[in-house]
């Protein structure tokens, strides 16, 4: 089996979910996944209507429910806005995969971007990086996974039937990347705010994990992927040989989002076919 099966185990039936970053990558392979599974799906995305409108088609031809909503993850109103759709359209909200992200302050997501200020400081070791591209990937990676977060803990304790929260780390939380301090810092950092939402709301019942991709093909990685070369020396790389696939991650979500991972909170989950099991 190359990588997760579409299968559906029912496992959220009725229950309603926000997923940011869900316009693309595995943030989009989550909402259909989900919705395939019975979830009703709000579908975040930046400014992103073109391909977060394919996104919610894509969820309910697999048998869900879904709304776009346009967020930017690093503006506390819009995220409130977000996770309030998940109420006033759906009447409730039980899950969240926080998922938006970018690998530098230049990133575009399906875009392959070059020069500066595109590459918003990639490649830039610290001595050398603008302190406004440092403050923009922190912004939307770590502050924007708080900011999330909170929006639907607030509903969900409200609600009072508990919740689960998946945030969206990188191997990169802990193997350092030489130009990649800003990327690095904000992953690693998303995995302690994890871990102290953990216990900051287990007694709602609420389980916040974390799922942390080793390399996959998404817009995200389409420097890399799209040169034959390239693509190939970084498969050669992964013990498991291969790539990972939105799939691999959207599927490791969703087992900790789901009952089945019910005594599981405050962890860190790594999909990564292997290649940072030494770090
Ligand atoms: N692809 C990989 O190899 C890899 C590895 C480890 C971790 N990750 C992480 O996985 C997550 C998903 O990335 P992906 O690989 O699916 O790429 P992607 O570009 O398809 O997804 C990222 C999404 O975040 C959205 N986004 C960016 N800034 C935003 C903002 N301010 N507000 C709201 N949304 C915003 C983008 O529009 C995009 O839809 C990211 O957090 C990324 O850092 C990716």
Known sequence: MPFPPETSLNRFDGKVAVVTGGASGMGREAAIRLGREGASVIVAGLADDERGAETVSLVEAAGGQSLYVGVDVTREAECEAMAQAAIDNFGRLDLCIAAAGISHAGYVSGEVTEGEPLLGGRGRHVLDKPVEYWEKVLAVNLTGVMLTNRAVARR??????????????????????????????????????????????????????????????????????????????????????????????????????SDQASYITGQILHPDGGIFVGS
């Open 156 to 257: 969900m304790i409200d609600q009072g039937q508990g919740g689960s929260i998946v945030n969206i780390s990188s191997g990169a939380a802990k193997a350092p990347i030489r130009g990649m301090a800003d990327y690095c810092v904000s992953k690693t950092g998303v995995w302690m705010l994890t871990r102290v939402l953990a216990l900051e709301l287990a007694a709602h019942q609420i389980r916040v994990n974390t799922v942390a991709p080793g390399l996959i093909d998404t817009p995200m990685t389409l420097a890399v992927t799209s040169d034959e070369e390239r693509r190939q020396r970084r498969i050669e790389a992964i013990p498991l040989n291969r790539l990972g696939e939105p799939a691999d991650i959207a599927e490791s979500a969703l087992f900790l989002l």
